[in-house]
T-cell receptor, first 115, second 113 residues
Framework: AQSVTQLGSHVSVSEGALVLLRCNYS??????LFWYVQYPNQGLQLLLK??????LVKGINGFEAEFKKSETSFHLTKPSAHMSDAAEYFC?????????????FGKGTSLLVTP | NAGVTQTPKFRVLKTGQSMTLLCAQD?????MYWYRQDPGMGLRLIHY???????AKGEVPDGYNVSRLKKQNFLLGLESAAPSQTSVYFC????????????FGEGSRLTVL
């Protein structure tokens, strides 16, 4: 099954600093990759997705991610962190067609933004 | 504009009791999913459905049953709850197209004592 690994369960940045959340995937076929955000006591909300149209994907709230096949990576970045970015972030990949195209999620990275 | 609605949002059960979580979506989506979220584990797929009347097992199906009698509803049942099933449960749905994203409900927090 296709899977993702998120490096770092907790990341802390200062307000205004660069946000970098790491995700590496394992897939035998070209993957479809997603980043979701979860605010406290809420469901998951899509930030962006990669479906092979373009390697640099722009999402909501100023986030973007670059698909790098040579590195099997799909890292999430934002140039300048805001306090409101504090949340849990999940990278995900489509399992496969025989799992109803469900998403296989990484374990998540908790982003803390300090003043 | 409800999207995906889960009921109940909170529930406390005693070991051995049964209950059903209801998921309803108003987006006419073909695919529906049940996940559980536990600290440090991410989200794990319990069961899924690719259409009305069909269900299939996911990664962690033991102790759960599901039904999809109507396209808009996906029920998750616990026949005999165990403390290991204490978790936050999320329902999600998506269109048939394989690059489509999942739309999530707000979750149902279940505690089994």
């Amino acid at each position: 099954a296709q899977s993702v690994t998120q490096l770092g369960s907790h990341v802390s940045v200062s307000e205004g600093a660069l946000v970098l959340l790491r995700c590496n995937y394992s897939s035998s076929v070209p993957p479809y990759l997603f980043w979701y955000v979860q605010y406290p006591n809420q469901g998951l909300q899509l930030l962006l997705k990669y479906t092979s149209a373009a390697t640099l994907v722009k999402g909501i709230n100023g986030f973007e991610a670059e698909f790098k096949k040579s590195e099997t990576s799909f890292h999430l970045t934002k140039p300048s962190a805001h306090m409101s970015d504090a949340a849990e972030y999940f990278c995900a990949v489509t399992y496969s067609s025989n799992s109803g195209y469900a998403l296989n999620f990484g374990k998540g990275t908790s982003l803390l933004v300090t003043p | 504009n409800a999207g995906v609605t889960q009921t109940p949002k909170f529930r406390v059960l005693k070991t051995g009791q049964s209950m059903t979580l209801l998921c309803a979506q108003d987006m006419n989506h073909e695919y529906m999913y049940w996940y559980r979220q536990d600290p440090g584990m991410g989200l794990r797929l319990i069961h899924y459905s690719v259409g009305e009347g069909t269900t299939a097992k996911g990664e962690v199906p033991d102790g759960y049953n599901v039904s999809r009698l109507k396209k808009q509803n996906f029920l998750l049942g616990l026949e005999s709850a165990a403390p290991s099933q204490t978790s936050v449960y999320f329902c999600a749905s998506r269109i048939w197209e394989n690059t489509g994203e999942l739309f999530f409900g707000e979750g149902s927090r279940l505690t089994v004592l």
